[in-house]
């Protein structure tokens, strides 16, 4: 048995902006950070040697790639033209709450079949393939930022160029000031979870012809930078006005990203001490974080939010990896 562990994402600024439709034309970039949740998919040889088992959700038995439902699933294993396998997956968050977590399952399964068949790859090609698959070859309407965010791990900028490539670059901060960022940041639980597919495809569609979208995330990418330069030269309070802004930018891009319950929560967040907040992924749902830089102020936006499922934020600095081999 092998098993494989990808990180879920946590975006701080640039979302949308590593849409093809968007960075073919502009280039785009994005600061986020993986955190210390996970994604985990075990493979092992299938009793029946000529059969392929999948444990997710639900339980798939097939005799060949071709008859697997689960989109992913069907492609990885039709391009890897595997049989006799049997895969589960396990995720320490449910999937359509705004933490990259299709993309953790894209990248995790390659890193733990190319293992099965005794490859070693590199980070980079885990994560340009995770793309091509769920972007080229299933079509969704999403980015790149999640398969890079999963497959490198930690607290990274990324930049989208117009031809493809995908520069990757580690955050250079102090250590206090890397606590600091960890200890200030709170993630809630909405209750919600959301369809990313349908949100992204209005957002990849409008930055395509839309002058004022187009705009707008252009503006995301300037704050972007900003932000890299804030947190090398440790200037972490920074990110509080730069979520906030982002968050009122983003609700422009499409619709239903906001509804009046979010919105709600949101105000509570801020009235209650924090400087910023956003929801996490392509919007709907899922998790909202907020930055609360002053201490004494954290347990009154618990309070606040003392109705949401609370998420402890911690950085994590693995990227996928193999944790286990039998």
Known sequence: MIISRAPFRVSFCGGGSDIPSFYEQYGGCVL???????????AKREFESDKITLKYSKTEIVNDPSEIEHRIFHQVLTD???????????????????????????????????AYQGKSVSAYKVAKEACEIEIEKLGNPIGKQDQFASAFGG???????????????????SH????????????????SIHDANQILGEQTRNLASNEEKINATLELCRMTKQLRMDFENNNIDSLGEVLARSW???KTLA??????????YYERGIQAGATGGKLLGAGGGGFLLFYVPDPSKKAAVREALSD????????????????FTE
């Open 176 to 191: 206090d000031s890397h606590t600091k960022l960890e200890q200030s940041c709170l993630m809630f639980f909405t209750g």
């Open 155 to 173: 607290l990274r900028y990324y930049e989208f160029e117009p031809g493809g490539f995908v520069k990757v670059e580690p955050i250079i901060m």
């Open 308 to 323: 949401l499922k609370e998420l402890p934020f911690e950085l994590d600095n693995a990227g996928v990896s193999i944790v």
């Open 80 to 114: 890897f033209n595997l049989r006799g396998i049997e895969i589960t997956s396990m995720a320490d968050i449910p999937a359509g709450t705004g933490l990259g977590s299709s993309s953790a399952f894209t990248v995790a399964l390659l890193k733990v079949l190319y």
């Open 255 to 264: 619709r239903n990203i906001s509804n009046p319950m979010i919105d709600a």
């Open 32 to 42: 986020s950070t993986s955190i210390r949740k996970y994604m985990f998919i075990a």
């Open 248 to 250: 009122e930018i983003k």
